[in-house]
């Protein structure tokens, strides 16, 4: 609702809209850099520097945090209401996400990472071992199918931990280096596994939540609701050795309440 200023003139009082450009105090904006006011990643996004801070243009993007927005999905910089926890070490990471709630068939839970820790590289050569990201899972009730999408731009072994009276109807695995990357199910039952190669897939291997370095959150999430639906919540970050993630019982990202729901989760990396 638009704040009114009230007009008084003999004696009478008027109501007249008064349009405020309002900034969100809690938005994170990103300053511009150097002398020039650069931008990073206004290739994708269309920021443009704005007294000193960028602000952004492109569709799926959000004016002043510059951050993916897709349906209901609009990105946070480190908000509490994140499903998923990210660590490297005992240490946590700051983490991108959102926490939607209009997908009627699924509830997809995106974990999305550049790259985990403990990948072995040779000089201008493909991975030769993958690093292992240990995905701990915690349920309350799970009444639809679940969709584990688990995605890098480097070769990561995702460890799932699953609750025993779980089942993952299928993992899809996406990753830019995918013969490298590998999914083992420690506890919990998983159905089915796919692959999708992020080189030759026709699907972004990169997608942590910002876009400002070349990734493609944008396009990821895109993605993921053509073969799912809406996402119901996302967790990115650049780099992690741990996921704690939570399944079954959503909170509105904005009003912070309890919600039902069906379940499907996306996992990212890259």
């Known amino acids: 609702m638009l704040p009114l200023v009230v007009l008084a003139l003999a004696g009478v009082a008027f109501a007249a809209p008064a349009v405020v450009d309002v900034i969100d105090p809690t938005v994170e904006r990103v300053p511009c850099i150097g002398i020039t006011g650069y931008c990073p990643g206004s290739y994708a996004t269309g920021a443009t520097c704005v007294d000193g801070f960028c602000e952004c243009s492109s569709e799926n993007y959000q004016r002043y945090s510059c951050l993916p927005v897709v349906g209901s999905c609009a990105?946070?910089?480190g908000a509490a209401a994140a499903q998923a926890e990210a660590f490297e070490n005992a240490a946590p990471r700051e983490t991108f996400s959102c926490v939607a709630d209009d997908n009627n068939q699924y509830e997809v839970h995106v974990l999305g990472v550049y790259e985990g820790i403990g990948h072995i590289s040779v000089f201008q050569q493909d991975p030769i071992e993958a690093a292992e990201m240990n995905v701990y899972?915690?349920?309350?009730?799970?009444?639809?199918?679940?969709?584990?999408?688990?995605?890098s731009y480097e070769p990561v072994n995702w460890v799932l931990h699953l609750p025993e009276d779980v089942e993952v109807h299928q993992v899809l695995l996406i990753a830019y280096h995918v013969d490298q990357s590998n999914v083992t199910v420690q506890s919990g039952l998983v159905r089915d596994v796919q692959r999708l190669s992020g080189r030759t897939g026709g699907v972004?291997?990169?997608?942590?939540g910002s876009d400002n370095g070349g990734c493609q959150t944008v396009r990821m999430l895109t993605y993921i609701d053509g073969l799912f639906g809406p996402v119901s919540s996302f967790t990115g970050t650049y780099k992690a050795a741990r996921w704690d993630l939570n399944i079954g019982g959503l909170f509105d990202f904005?009003?912070?309440?309890?919600?039902?729901?069906?379940?499907?989760?996306?996992?990212?990396?890259?």
């Open 75 to 77: 990105i946070r910089r």
């Open 204 to 208: 972004p291997a990169c997608a942590y």
């Open 137 to 151: 899972v915690t349920a309350d009730k799970v009444s639809k199918p679940l969709v584990l999408v688990l995605s």
């Open 254 to 270: 904005n009003a912070g309440m309890d919600v039902d729901h069906g379940n499907v989760v996306a996992v990212i990396s890259g």
